[in-house]
C-alpha cells in the first residue's frame, strides 16, 4: 500500500490547498467548536453536501495545541464538530477542571483518567502512520519537549524526514492517543507524558508538556512553513489562490494590567506570555498571508486587511502576492467584547480562565454568539 494509504490521489494530485490552525486554551475549545460548527453549516449548505460532511473534506491539513491538538485530531480522522462538542461537554470536568483533577491526583499517574478518554475517542491502535487508513486529512499536533527544552511540532506527512520508515524512531509509530495528550500536560493541571520513540534505545525517550508553552500556542504560521518549506518535503505552492489559512482561538482574554502584588503578577504572567505569542504568530500570518477577516491588532497595526489607497476593501480580483490567504476567527472575552455581543449576563471573570468547566454553557453562548457575527464564506475568495 502507497504510504498515502487511501489518501494518496488527494495528496499527491497538485491542486490549491487549505489548512486549519487551532489554538490552545483548555476548556475554552469550547468556543473553537462553536465556530468549527458554523463553519461547517456554512460549507456544507455551499458545497450543496448532506450529513456526511466533514470539515476533512474540505481541509486538507489540521493542525492544533493543547485543547486544539484534541479538536484537531479528532478532524484528522473525520469526526463531525458535533461530535467533539458532545466529547467537551460531557468530558470536560474530567479533563480540565482544576479542583477535581488535584482531587484525583492519584489515579492521574495510576490510571491516567484523561489518557483513557483520548483513548476510547481515537482509538488505542491509531498510530500516526498515514498508510493505516484512520485519517482523511494531514494532521501536525505541537509538543513541548522537556528533556530536550524544544518545540516538537509532530506530523503523520509520510514524507517528512522523521516518518522515514527506515528509521526505528520514526513519528508515524507514535499512537494518537499519546500524542494528543503530550500536547495537553500542562503544567499544574496535568503530569508530564513520557513517550517512548524507540525501545530499544532509553535515549529516545522523552517528557512532554503542554504545546501550548511553547511559541506555537497559535500554531498558524507554523503550519504555513510545514506546508511549504523544502525541509517537511511537502512542498505546497504558495499563492492567495493557492493555499488557504483558516485560523482559530479560543477566545482572547488579554490581562487587564491590574496587579495590585507580586503574586498575582506572577500567576498572570503565563497567561499574558500566552496571549502575546498567540498575537505575534497572528501578525506574522497577516504580514506573509493576505488577511480577509481579523479583528484589529491594535491601534497602529489595525486589522491589517489590504485596502485601496481611498480606504476601501480591496477585492480579491486585485491580488496581493501575497502566500496565502488567511482569516483569523476569535472571541473577545473582555466585557467590552461580551457586551458587544450582547451577552450582557456573562461575566469576563467566568469565561477567560482556562479551566472554567462550571461556565461550559456560558462558553457555548459566547462561541456562538461570535461565529454568527465572524464566519463568512465571503472571506474564503475562490477557495469556495
Same mark, same amino acid.
Given at each position: ?5 487511501? =489518501? ?9 490547498? +487549505? ?5 490552545? $486554551? ?51 480522522? $473525520? ?12 468530558? $470536560? ?14 489515579? =492521574? ?5 484523561? #489518557? ?6 481515537? $482509538? ?38 522523521? /516518518? ?6 520514526? /513519528? ?16 499544574? %493541571? ?52 493557492? #493555499? ?16 495590585? /502584588? ?46 485601496? +489607497? ?18 483569523? %476567527? ?8 461580551? /457586551? +458587544? #455581543?450582547?451577552? %450582557? ?13 462550571? %461556565? ?16 463568512? #464564506? ?7
Amino acid at each position: 500500500m502507497s504510504k498515502w494509504g487511501p =489518501l494518496e490521489e488527494r495528496y499527491t494530485t497538485r491542486r490549491s490547498r +487549505k489548512i486549519l490552525a487551532l489554538d490552545g $486554551g483548555g476548556i475554552r475549545g469550547v468556543i473553537t467548536l462553536q465556530f468549527l460548527a458554523e463553519l461547517e453549516t456554512k460549507l456544507k449548505e455551499k458545497l450543496g453536501r448532506g450529513d456526511d460532511f466533514r470539515l476533512s473534506d474540505f481541509y486538507d491539513y489540521f493542525g492544533g495545541t493543547s485543547t486544539g491538538a484534541i479538536i484537531a485530531a479528532g478532524l484528522s480522522i $473525520g469526526m463531525r464538530v458535533q461530535e467533539l462538542l458532545d466529547f467537551y461537554t460531557s468530558k $470536560g470536568k474530567d479533563m480540565f477542571d482544576k479542583n477535581f483533577l488535584f482531587k484525583q491526583w492519584k489515579a =492521574l499517574y495510576e490510571s491516567g483518567p484523561l #489518557l483513557e478518554m483520548l483513548k476510547q475517542t481515537f $482509538g488505542g491502535e491509531t498510530d500516526m502512520d498515514m498508510a493505516n487508513g484512520k485519517f482523511r486529512s494531514l494532521l501536525t499536533v505541537v509538543t513541548m519537549n522537556r528533556s530536550t527544552d524544544s518545540p516538537w511540532p509532530i506530523s503523520n506527512n509520510p514524507d517528512a524526514h522523521y /516518518n522515514d520508515p527506515a528509521r526505528p524512531d520514526r /513519528n508515524s509509530k507514535i499512537k494518537l492517543f499519546q500524542l494528543v495528550r503530550a500536547s495537553t500536560a500542562a503544567p499544574v %493541571y496535568f503530569p508530564p507524558e513520557t513517550l517512548q520513540w524507540d525501545p530499544d534505545d532509553p535515549s529516545k525517550t522523552f517528557v512532554f508538556v503542554d504545546g501550548g508553552v511553547t511559541p506555537y500556542n497559535n500554531p498558524a504560521f507554523l503550519l504555513y512553513r510545514m506546508a511549504t518549506q523544502p525541509a517537511y518535503n511537502l512542498n505546497w505552492e504558495t499563492g492567495e489562490d493557492k #493555499l488557504l489559512i483558516t485560523s482559530v482561538g479560543t477566545g482572547a482574554a488579554p490581562s487587564t494590567g491590574e496587579y495590585h /502584588n507580586l503574586v498575582g503578577s506572577l500567576k498572570g504572567l503565563p497567561s499574558n506570555l500566552m496571549y502575546a505569542m498567540q498575537v505575534d504568530q497572528d501578525i506574522n500570518c497577516r504580514t506573509v498571508g493576505r488577511c480577509s477577516f481579523g479583528a484589529p491588532i491594535d491601534k497602529e497595526l489595525h486589522d491589517m486587511i489590504p485596502m485601496d +489607497k481611498d480606504g476601501h476593501l480591496l477585492p480579491f480580483s486585485q491580488p496581493t502576492d501575497r502566500h496565502f490567504l488567511y482569516m483569523r %476567527y476569535n472571541a473577545d472575552l473582555s466585557q467590552e467584547g461580551l /457586551n +458587544k #455581543l450582547e451577552l %450582557y449576563n456573562i461575566s469576563a471573570d467566568h469565561v477567560s480562565e482556562m479551566d472554567s468547566v462550571k %461556565y461550559i454553557g456560558e462558553l457555548q453562548e459566547v462561541g456562538k454568539a461570535a461565529a454568527a457575527r465572524q464566519v463568512s #464564506l465571503d472571506h474564503f475568495g475562490s477557495f469556495v
